[in-house]
T-cell receptor
Framework: GEDVEQSLFLSVREGDSSVINCTYT??????LYWYKQEPGAGLQLLTY?????DMKQDQRLTVLLNKKDKHLSLRIADTQTGDSAIYFC???????????FGTGTRLKVLA | DADVTQTPRNRITKTGKRIMLECSQT?????MYWYRQDPGLGLRLIYY???????NKGEISDGYSVSRQAQAKFSLSLESAIPNQTALYFC????????????FGPGTRLTVT
């Protein structure tokens, strides 16, 4: 089946960088996404990367894409306590308009 | 006002009861989705709809049904609730533009006792 895999937990100290990793399965996915879920809320799009890009930077966020290994990562620089949340990666295989979400990584930022 | 709303936000029901979760959106999107979230399993797609006349099963549709009453409304029903349907349920919409970003409602926490 189709599985998007992530580690379940990550703990970092405030001010450090966080790196959340994801492996996906469908090389046809045109876009790959990172969503953030804060407690008691739905998911919100954090950033996305087009499949023909290797890297995308958006303020404190850096997305790296390795298409050969089907590996996606999200780096958060200078992690703050407000970054504590669950982060989901997702792919949308070409032509399906259906998302496949990873299991989510719970990021805990320690003060 | 929120673009995607879900009612109720919390519900406790008993095994065997029929329950309906409702979703409304003001974004004007054609595509709507229902997901359930379980700890450690991420989001799994239950049903999705690309317009009022187009309803499709997702990966875990057994025990669920949906109704797309209008472009803006997409309801999820549990015909006979069972305890393993206890979960957090999300409705989402998607634009048909190039990035296909999804917009999520706040979720409904359903407990089946």
């Amino acid at each position: 089946g189709e599985d998007v895999e992530q580690s379940l937990f990550l703990s970092v100290r405030e001010g450090d960088s966080s790196v959340i990793n994801c492996t996906y399965t469908d090389s046809s996915s045109t876009y790959l996404y990172w969503y953030k879920q804060e407690p008691g809320a739905g998911l919100q799009l954090l950033t996305y990367i087009f499949s023909n890009m290797d890297m995308k930077q958006d303020q404190r966020l850096t997305v790296l894409l390795n298409k050969k290994d089907k590996h996606l990562s999200l780096r958060i620089a200078d992690t703050q306590t407000g970054d504590s949340a669950i982060y989901f990666c997702a792919e949308c295989p070409s032509g399906t308009y259906k998302y496949i979400f990873g299991t989510g990584t719970r990021l805990k930022v320690l003060a | 006002d929120a673009d995607v709303t879900q009612t109720p936000r919390n519900r406790i029901t008993k095994t065997g009861k029929r329950i309906m979760l409702e979703c409304s959106q003001t974004k004007g999107h054609d595509r709507m989705y229902w997901y359930r979230q379980d700890p450690g399993l991420g989001l799994r797609l239950i049903y999705y709809s690309f317009d009022v006349k187009d309803i499709n099963k997702g990966e875990i549709s057994d025990g669920y049904s949906v109704s797309r009453q209008a472009q803006a409304k997409f309801s999820l029903s549990l015909e006979s609730a069972i305890p393993n349907q206890t979960a957090l349920y999300f409705c989402a919409t998607s634009d048909s533009q190039i990035t296909y970003e999804q917009y999520f409602g706040p979720g409904t926490r359903l407990t089946v006792t």
